[in-house]
């Protein structure tokens, strides 16, 4: 049974917001200037589902920080804090 869902909703004046449910019944949110956007993500996230369910997060986000602190250390914005 897929869990499958989407929701592309927007306020005037205001960004696209955009919400999937992909087949694991995990939940993603975004906003985009177009809903042409919106809808290039939902589909984005069902087809890369198999993959966000294999990966594991925290090991993602460990390595997307310590990109983040060699970048800023690259440009010379973090002094002494690594």
Known sequence: MSKRNYKI???EG?????????????E???YFET????WKWIYYVW????????ANSQELLGKAILNCKELDKKN???????
């Open 14 to 26: 205001e960004w696209y917001n955009t919400q999937v449910t992909d087949s694991y019944g995990n």
């Open 35 to 38: 809903a042409y956007e919106s």
């Open 47 to 54: 087809e890369k589902e198999e993959w966000f369910n294999s």
């Open 28 to 30: 993603y949110q975004n």
């Open 9 to 11: 909703t927007r306020k």
């Open 76 to 82: 010379n914005n973090l002094k002494d804090i690594l």
